[in-house]
Nanobody
Framework: QVQLVESGGGSVQAGGSLRLSCAAS???????MGWYRQAPGKQRELVAG???????NYADSAKGRFTISRDNAKNTVYLQMNSLKPEDTAVYYC?????????WGQGTQVTVSS
């Protein structure tokens, strides 16, 4: 069993920045990780992913503004979010793609005001 704990959410004005962290209770060295978000009334969507080898991919809405990174020594994945927009408002979830199942964190709220 793996636990993922997100932190770093909060309320910011448009144009501001936040850095989300996802701390895993076990090693994520060989695990693909991702950040998802879910806005009220909408489906959960992928924001950014990072493979065990460090390759990254981003949703079109995140490209150029968000950066995903990982620190395997700390079992932690980050999401640096810059130039935030009101439409980025959502609960952000960390995801770990283990061989037998996905694991999800509890989510952290990000609210961007105009």
């Amino acid at each position: 069993q793996v636990q993922l704990v997100e932190s770093g959410g909060g309320s910011v004005q448009a144009g501001g920045s936040l850095r989300l962290s996802c701390a895993a209770s076990g090693s994520i060295t060989s695990i693909n990780m991702g950040w998802y978000r879910q806005a009220p009334g909408k489906q959960r969507e992928l924001v950014a992913g990072i493979t065990s080898g460090g390759r990254t991919n981003y949703a079109d809405s995140a490209k150029g503004r968000f950066t995903i990174s990982r620190d395997n020594a700390k079992n932690t994945v980050y999401l640096q979010m810059n130039s935030l927009k009101p439409e980025d408002t959502a609960v952000y979830y960390c995801n770990a793609d283990f061989p037998l199942r996905y694991y999800w964190g509890q989510g952290t709220q990000v609210t961007v005001s105009s």
